[in-house]
């Protein structure tokens, strides 16, 4: 299995900056991809922010040129830092990642409980 570990959430005001962290542990063989998405009240899950393994990461038109996505490999954690924030960025924000869990087999993707971020305005 694989545990994800998210921090950094909390209540901010808008324009405000917040950095979340997500430490990925556990069967991991090989990372495809690792990202962040939202769910805010009575909306669906949306994509966020991504970055697969090699490529070069991709946002949400919502939060291009606020929002920047990062990794670090050692350490299998990914980093999404979120500045100029707005009060529709209120959401909770999971993490996701996407690896291989042995040599032979398929990637899963796995996810973090979530992070509350509330933006007030």
């Known amino acids: 299995q694989v545990q994800l570990v998210e921090s950094g959430g909390g209540l901010v005001q808008s324009g405000g900056s917040l950095r979340l962290s997500c430490a990925a542990s556990?069967?991991?063989?090989?990372?495809?991809?690792m990202g962040w998405y939202r769910q805010a009240a009575g909306k669906e899950r949306e994509l966020v922010a991504g970055?697969?393994?090699?490529?070069?990461?991709n946002y949400a038109d919502s939060v291009k040129g606020r929002f920047t996505i990062s990794r670090d490999n050692a350490q299998n954690t990914v980093f999404l830092q979120m500045n100029s924030l707005k009060p529709e960025d209120t959401a909770v924000y999971y993490c996701?990642?996407?690896?291989?869990?042995?040599?032979?087999?398929?990637?899963?993707?796995?996810w973090g409980r979530g992070t509350q971020v509330t933006v007030s305005s």
């Open positions: 996701n990642v996407r690896t291989t869990t042995s040599y032979w087999g398929r990637a899963y993707d796995f």
């Open positions: 970055i697969p393994s090699g490529s070069s990461p």
């Open positions: 556990g069967s991991i063989f090989e990372i495809k991809a």
